[in-house]
């Protein structure tokens, strides 16, 4: 890969992983509410299943996705609804619930980001845009991939961090209520755009 495309695939990267989504929102929320330690599993998670996206894209489940539509709407359908249940949950959330393990673990970061379309059709642009169509090598997709996932997670700590930052302002659980209920339809919003977007 030469520089200049390197220089390009690093800026697509930070774009595509520091932008408000879907997991950055939970993220943001969660973070808020119980500190950027607690958040780690997410964090881990949601690295894994990008790794399982961007692995699955090189195997070609996103050529699946784009040719099979029934797949394309079931996973989009999934999607929207652990969305919209983790959205629900996040605007609900109390200053005095305990759940920290449910909500900021390792399966939901890692399901906010195997159920989000988008990330799928993301990683497709990423592979074909990056990566040579003929004569590829394995350690060309590993590099890529462990250089994207490494942006990914650097962004994620970012909305992490700021989300424990948010928790040092809000002194109140009045004020934490009203950020979760922002933050919550925030991430409903993001959902219901989701949901009514095409490939």
């Given at each position: 890969m030469s520089a200049q495309l390197l220089f390009a695939f690093i800026v697509f990267s930070f774009s595509i992983s520091i932008a408000p989504g879907a997991g950055n929102i939970a993220l943001l929320s969660l973070s808020s509410r119980y500190g950027f330690v607690a958040v780690l599993p997410f964090i881990a998670g949601s690295a894994l299943g990008v790794s399982i996206i961007l692995v699955g894209s090189s195997l070609g489940l996103t050529n699946l996705l784009n040719s099979e539509p029934m797949l394309y709407t079931a996973l989009k359908v999934l999607g929207t609804c652990y969305l919209l249940y983790l959205a629900w949950s996040i605007s609900t959330l109390k200053l005095s619930d305990s759940e920290t393990d449910k909500q900021t673990g390792f399966f939901s970061g890692t399901l906010v980001q195997i159920l989000n379309p988008k990330a799928w059709v993301a990683s497709l642009t990423l592979l074909t845009q990056f990566l040579p169509g003929q004569n590829r090598v394995l350690s060309d997709d590993a590099v890529?991939?462990?250089?994207?996932?490494?942006?990914?997670?650097?962004?994620?700590?970012?909305w992490a961090y700021c989300g424990s930052a948010l928790n040092k302002l809000l002194t109140s659980p009045k004020y934490f209520l009203w950020v979760n209920r922002g933050l919550g339809a925030s991430l409903g919003v993001v959902a219901i755009v989701m949901a009514g977007q095409s490939i």
């Open positions: 890529i991939m462990a250089i994207f996932i490494a942006i990914g997670v650097s962004s994620m700590c970012i």
